[in-house]
């Protein structure tokens, strides 16, 4: 998504960074029961504007299609697919009676076993603890389902929900970044980094 993420780049050798992208492009599903979300197709395109077209969902996300149109949409899960044969990126989404609840973004950058993920929840779920206990699921089987050392998220400036999320979660703080939107605007991020050393050393206590 952004050019100035990660901060911390440590290559991997290249047989390392090919097992990531044959894991990325084997991936399907993501957890268990009814949060369990699965891979983005084509026709998730309208159930996803829905979820998408609410200020409350896309205004803290700079890596969304502008403007949101059902074309646009489309074109998103398209370009993750891609991404996916290409072992980079995977498009997940969260469904609950037919109606797509949630949304996850990785990007993953396979030379330097690193990833973002992005995403968001229907605003009818918002401040339950929900975000914190999907994230920290989806943290875990980055580094492990993933393989991968390091991940690298971000958020807005007025984005307190993750910033909280991530602070909470023992993610470091790495300064700001200027990410770039879609239709070429830009925002100030803050930044935040976690190895797979310091995830497995979490004490109890940080586990929501
Ligand atoms: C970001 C998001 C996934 C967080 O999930 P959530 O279930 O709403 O958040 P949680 O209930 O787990 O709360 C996370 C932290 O934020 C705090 N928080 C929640 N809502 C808040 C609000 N409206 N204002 C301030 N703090 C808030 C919680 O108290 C918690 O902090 P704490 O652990 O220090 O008490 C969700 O709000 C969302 O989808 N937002 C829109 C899209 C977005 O911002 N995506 C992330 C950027 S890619």
Redesign the pocket.
Known sequence: MADDIPITRNVVPPQRAEGIRQRVRKMERLGQGEDASRLARRDDAAGLLALLSDP??HA??YSLPRPLTLQTVEGFIARHEEERERGEGLLFVRERDGRIMGYSDFQIWPDWAAGEL????HPS????????RG?AESFGWMFEALDLDLLCMT?SME????Q??LD?LGFARMGCVLSTRPDGTTRESLVWEMTREAWQKRSPAETP
């Open positions: 409350a969902v803290p996300i992005g995403g968001a929840l779920q918002h401040s339950k603890g929900q975000g914190t994230a958020a984005n307190t929900p993750t909280r999320l909470g």
